[in-house]
């Protein structure tokens, strides 16, 4: 069950699964596909815009205590003098909801936090930069009951960093999602190019952006005593992206990360759908859940991953791949079109809130939580009417679709763009 120790094989605790929710759709998402904890932001002080209202936090809390999941606030901007005149109030008011902890990155929020409400957890967040273990001994003797990890550390350095800190301080790390081109996200480039603060959560992500060589279709950049280790700077048809980040990936390897003592895996995007939080969940959740019983991640999971919008995969810093930039484009990779969201089964067909178009003889896929998807042959639909149609085409209009399978409400459905998704084992 979702919040309960549970152990490997080698007498570790299976890590935390913590999912984000920038809304309270991908807030349903993430519990109901097997989220452990899920991640909010507010209106104030949260990296990602616009954040929830004061009752969306309210009905966040409870949404989370109902589905048994800790919930944390994201309060990880980077502070100004107002900010910090702001924050008692808003930690107070915050822990009156009934959050489960706070997530700073100032050292100076911090102190408010612990001065306002010592019972309240404190978690460091990525945005403090830290990467080693004396740093989170400072933090753990200061009171902060979690560190979440600089992206920029290698899984042999989080293992002595495990070794030599307290063993009751918990230790979070990303594992799937967007990655900064700048250290553990701190960039003022799109401050600079659009005046939108990114240490305020207003990124304008100028480093995907397409840029020109000036003229040049080829160059690299050479230092003058390391001739045969040339960064090729690359312009084609469509320009070029050398700032561009590759998406981290590591579900073929969370186990390694288990190993070296991580607390908690945590997947980026709150700014993403709830179908997003849905999939990349539940295909996490099933490697954890493998993990457990000492099994290999299923391959289904595996293939999970590339059923979402993402850029080219990578696993970041952890296992000295090389290579985690995307020259070629700034786009992302789409394999599959989510179309709609189960409400309910009845006479034989299932109640469908649609989301994208899809036609009469079309192929989709029901993800089904904690276990492979299940394919399903449109062969009859109909509207609100009872009339039948052939395409679906009307965003978030009621359909019912024959179907001999019953799946819960919530369940998300996509079709497949060209058949059967290739993947990769990374």
């Avoid at 097997?34 to 990602?48: I, K, M, P, Q, T």
């Avoid at 997530?103 to 911090?110: A, H, R």
């Avoid at 306002?116 to 404190?122: I, K, T």
């Avoid at 679906?392 to 998704?421: E, F, H, P, Q, W």
Wanted: overall charge neutral; proline content about 4%; hydrophobic content about 40%.
């Amino acid at each position: 069950m979702p919040g309960l120790t549970r152990m490997m094989n080698n007498g570790l605790a299976v890590p935390q699964l913590l999912s984000p929710a920038g809304d309270l759709e991908s807030l349903d998402a993430a519990v109901m596909y097997g989220a452990d904890a899920v991640y909010v932001g507010a209106r104030e002080f949260s990296l990602r815009s616009p954040g929830l209202s004061d009752g969306e936090l309210s009905t966040a809390v409870r949404k989370a205590r109902e589905g048994g999941v800790k919930i944390y606030l994201a309060c990880n901007a980077v502070p100004c003098n107002a900010d910090a005149d702001a924050f008692p109030r808003f930690v107070e008011k915050a822990a009156d909801m009934g959050i489960d902890a706070v997530i700073v990155s100032d050292p100076g929020f911090f102190d408010i936090a612990r001065s306002c409400r010592p019972a309240l957890p404190v978690h460091i967040s990525t945005q403090a930069g830290v990467a080693n273990y004396a740093a989170c001994n400072a933090w753990y003797k200061a009171g902060a009951r979690r560190v979440i990890l600089a992206r920029e550390m290698t899984a042999r350095e989080i293992r002595e960093l495990r070794e030599k800190t307290p063993p009751d301080l918990e230790i979070e790390v990303f594992v799937h999602g967007a990655m900064c081109v700048s250290f553990s996200g701190r960039c003022l480039l799109s401050a600079y190019m659009t005046g939108r603060d990114a240490n305020k959560g207003m990124c304008s992500h100028p480093c995907r952006w397409e840029y020109s060589l000036a003229g040049a279709k080829a160059a690299s950049l050479r230092e003058k005593t390391r001739p045969d280790e040339d960064f090729e700077l690359l312009e084609d048809g469509r320009g070029s992206y050398i700032l561009n980040s590759k998406d981290l990936c590591v579900i073929g390897r969370v186990g390694e990360l288990a190993d070296a003592g991580v607390s908690s895996l945590k997947i980026e995007g709150r700014a993403k759908t709830a179908y997003y939080v849905a999939v990349i969940t539940n295909a996490y959740r099933a490697a954890l859940d493998a993990l457990e019983r000492g099994e290999g991640v299923p391959e289904w999971a595996m293939r999970e991953v590339f059923c979402v919008s993402h850029r080219p995969y990578s696993t970041g810093f952890y296992f000295g791949e090389k290579g985690a930039q995307c020259h070629g484009n700034g786009g992302y990779i789409r394999e599959c079109d989510f179309v709609g969201t189960v409400d309910g089964y009845a006479d034989g067909a299932l109640e469908v809130t649609q989301r994208g178009c899809f036609s009469e003889d079309d192929v989709i896929e029901a993800v089904v939580p904690r276990r492979a998807p299940e394919r399903i042959r449109v062969k009859e639909m109909y509207d609100e009417r009872g009339e039948r149609i052939r395409v679906a085409n009307r965003a978030m209009s009621k359909l019912r679709i024959l179907c001999g399978r019953a799946y819960a409400a919530g369940t998300m459905i996509r079709r497949l763009n060209g058949g059967d998704v290739v993947f990769s084992k990374r």
